[in-house]
């Protein structure tokens, strides 16, 4: 099984023997929602899904929602209802992949890992290492699929902390708490604010931006490499007492992806993140050219 990365070659060799496979391409672009589509049918890898951030890993409705902000996750029970109808089951080894450094990619990793699905990977490099490596491409939409039989996925226990804004508020300054935000310098110091109607950041957060993750060659950098960074980053902090959030909690993984891929466990996330934060009446925003560390 693999959870956390998965190397093109590693699945190749998946491709050869697992009985039960599904790949999903993330790919998306924040400024054109379109985009991902067109990348998937340009190229994707054989037998992929494509899964778009609004329409299968977003809530549709006001109704329907795990969290707020920009990108609100639907219930578990309507997430579950879609990979049941694509036929994923207990025993499906997922992998998952985009072509912007894992960050959407890593949305879908943690999704399935918060209805109880363990065996979720992501690949590393997504589809330029793939294709890097001679692995093979094909284009336009997906394959048609036969209904899948219903009852095939079953929601399970949360392997992964979802943490909402209440929480976070009412333990706002306690040292138990460590907020790590994903977004880029100049946008937690607060000096520009391109998407959500405040600029800054929320009061005590540290800031590692999400691309800090990814090597030169586009890949997450080495285990060690990422337990020394956030071990500098945390300044002594409890690795346990994190909770991981970006603008609108999707960048926010490779954050609490590197953090595990160092062994630093599995940290939570604040899925609505500063989109729900800053839009919640009474609550602090700061400003600051300290980073934190």
Same mark, same amino acid.
């Given at each position: 099984m693999y959870t956390t990365l998965i190397t093109p070659t590693e699945l190749r060799? %998946?491709? &050869? *023997? /697992?009985?039960?496979?599904?790949?999903?391409? =993330?790919?998306?672009?924040?400024?054109?929602?379109?985009?991902?589509?067109?990348?998937?049918?340009? /190229? #994707?890898?054989?037998?992929?899904? *494509?899964? #778009?951030?609004? *329409?299968?890993?977003?809530? *549709?409705? !006001?109704?329907?929602?795990?969290?707020? +902000?920009? #990108? !609100?996750l639907p219930s578990r029970e309507t997430f579950a209802a879609w990979l049941d109808r694509i036929g994923l089951t207990a025993d499906t080894q997922a992998v998952v992949y985009d072509r912007q450094g894992a960050n959407y990619s890593g949305r879908l990793w943690w999704m399935l890992k918060w209805c109880g699905h363990e065996a979720v990977a992501v690949l590393d490099g997504g589809l330029p290492a793939w294709l890097g490596s001679g692995g093979a491409a094909e284009t336009g939409p997906a394959a048609p699929r036969s209904p899948a039989a219903p009852g095939g996925f079953a929601l399970r226990a949360p392997l992964t902390r979802l943490v909402d804004t209440e929480a976070i508020a009412s333990r706002l300054g306690d040292p138990s708490l460590t907020l790590v935000d994903a977004r880029s310098a100049a946008r937690f110091q607060g000096e520009v604010e391109p998407l959500d109607p405040v600029a800054g950041h929320i009061p005590g957060a540290l800031n590692r931006p999400f691309v800090d993750n990814i090597g030169a060659? +586009? =890949?997450? &950098? !080495?285990?060690?490499?990422?337990r020394a960074e956030f071990t500098q980053l945390?300044?002594?902090?409890?690795?346990s007492s994190v909770v991981h959030h970006c603008g609108s909690g999707v960048s926010a993984i490779p954050?609490?992806?590197?953090?595990?891929i160092?062994?630093?466990?599995?940290?939570a996330l604040y899925a609505g993140s500063w989109s729900e934060w800053c839009n919640t009446p009474g %609550?602090? =925003?700061?400003?600051?050219?300290?980073?934190?560390?």
């Open positions: 060799e %998946l491709q &050869k *023997h /697992a009985a039960a496979l599904q790949l999903f391409d =993330c790919s998306f672009e924040l400024s054109n929602p379109d985009a991902g589509e067109a990348q998937f049918n340009e /190229a #994707h890898i054989p037998g992929s899904l *494509h899964a #778009h951030l609004d *329409h299968h890993l977003s809530s *549709h409705s !006001p109704d329907d929602r795990a969290s707020g +902000g920009r #990108h !609100p060659d +586009g =890949c997450f &950098k !080495p285990a060690e490499q990422l945390l300044a002594g902090r409890d690795p954050n609490l992806l590197g953090m595990e160092a062994g630093l466990g599995r940290s %609550l602090p =925003c700061a400003q600051s050219q300290v980073s934190g560390g």
